[in-house]
């Protein structure tokens, strides 16, 4: 028989045991959930990150996302969706926070593992400690929409609307001298406005064209997420004759009804009458050849004064240009040097406008081949748009063979960014 010291000691051994795995359970917890499949490139997809602790939280968690070429990994922009779970008989307070990853192109994206921060006291009514949590890796593999393959990239949306105004309305006859301004605007339902491409509105020769700087921005309303960007130009007409601007087609998947559709501007055809109405026979009573020698000598001397003063203003402009191009140059070289992403890509854009209007970032060419500069220079954007942290020098290292080349590259060179609109 087993005497009653013996069962003591069972019974103390056994709440010794119970009682280690009670405090062995973990005070926090992390669990990630990857998005739901298909993911499609250009498409803007949830992952959640759950968060568990014994206790509560004493701070917003702070997401260490990693920094990735061809996609972008963006932190919460909602509040957590905060709940009790519980796990191995032990109560947790949770917050699950939704995190969205979005591939720029198709592709296989390795997402490395991140660190989360937060605080949670060990016990209730104790000072609260750090915690740092790390996820799992996981692989996200990003198609294309079907029937969208021949397209270099394509938007993802559960609504895309693109629309056009006229200011004036353009006649179907004009003069030398007419403006027309033309706005273009886009929206997208569950896109961030970061993403959407640039609109093309270019002008036929004969026609000049100014274009102000887009306005983009995203909007929250009841949950529901849009965005737009909206592109305004001025259309001058120099010169007579018979214009066409092409229409606007602009691919989209569709995510509701899971079909490709295209939104669409159509062209428009005008005329332009370089005529100069008659003069009429009236006003000229006076006799033309006495003058005839007047005007003339009159005409000529006011020509040449005009060419002296046109030669000296076009002098000093090329020479104000050309150190405002130097100083800008020096003001991006100093921002890379400090590392700061927009104020970076601010100055990129400000020297590339002073270089040439076709050294724009979207189709800015270049005659050596750096395989990393279109990288670095899309790591900068990435960076400028997130506010994430950034290292300018080695994109500040390939800019210094820029300024000598960029007058000498033509038009069929290597582009440095993929185009944003592609056409099929």
Not at 175 to 199: H, K, N, Q, W
Not at 228 to 251: A, D, K, N, Q, W
Not at 305 to 326: E, K, N
């Amino acid at each position: 028989m087993t005497s009653p010291l013996t069962k003591a000691l069972g019974g103390l051994a056994v709440w010794l045991a119970l009682s280690s795995l009670v405090h062995s359970a973990e005070p926090v917890l992390l669990k990630l959930k990857p998005p739901e499949e298909p993911v499609y490139a250009g498409q803007n997809v949830g992952f959640t990150v759950q968060l568990l602790t014994t206790t509560n939280f004493a701070s917003v968690p702070v997401f260490q996302l990693p920094r990735l070429s061809g996609c972008l990994v963006l932190p919460p922009a909602d509040r957590p969706l905060i709940g009790t779970e519980t796990v191995d008989d032990t109560d947790y307070a949770s917050q699950i926070h939704e995190l969205r990853f979005i591939a720029i192109r198709p592709g296989r994206y390795q997402i490395p593992a991140f660190d989360v921060r937060f605080e949670s006291p060990p016990e209730f009514a104790k000072p609260a400690i750090e915690r740092r949590l790390r996820t799992t890796p996981m692989t996200i593999e990003a198609k294309s929409p079907p029937g969208a393959e021949k397209y270099r990239s394509i938007l993802c949306s559960r609504g895309l609307k693109l629309t056009e105004t006229w200011e004036p309305e353009l006649p179907k006859t004009a003069s030398v001298g007419d403006t027309f301004t033309r706005t273009v605007t886009l929206e997208a339902g569950d896109m961030p406005a970061m993403l959407l491409p640039p609109i093309p509105l270019t002008a036929p020769t004969g026609m000049k064209v100014y274009d102000d700087p887009p306005d983009v921005a995203d909007h929250t309303e009841r949950g529901v997420t849009t965005s737009h960007r909206r592109e305004r130009v001025t259309y001058v007409c120099e010169s007579g004759g018979s214009f066409e601007l092409p229409g606007i087609v602009l691919p989209w998947w569709n995510l509701d009804s899971s079909t490709l559709e295209q939104a669409t501007l159509p062209g428009a055809k005008f005329t332009v009458d370089a005529v100069v109405a008659p003069q009429d026979a009236a006003s000229r009573g006076l006799d033309r050849k006495s003058q005839h020698r007047w005007w003339s000598v009159v005409v000529l001397a006011f020509l040449g004064c005009a060419v002296v003063v046109a030669s000296s203003l076009f002098i000093r402009r090329q020479r104000g240009r050309a150190d405002d191009a130097h100083v800008r140059f020096r003001l991006l070289m100093e921002c890379c040097r400090q590392s700061d992403a927009p104020a970076a890509l601010t100055a990129l854009y400000g020297w590339l406008d002073l270089v040439g209007p076709k050294n724009q970032l979207s189709t800015l060419s270049v005659t050596s081949a750096d395989p990393d500069l279109r990288q670095l220079v899309d790591e900068m954007e990435t960076a400028a748009v997130l506010g994430s942290p950034w290292d300018g020098s080695p994109l500040a290292r390939r800019l210094r063979l820029l300024p000598d080349t960029l007058a000498n590259t033509s038009s069929s060179g290597t582009h440095l960014l993929p185009e944003l609109n592609p056409t099929a």
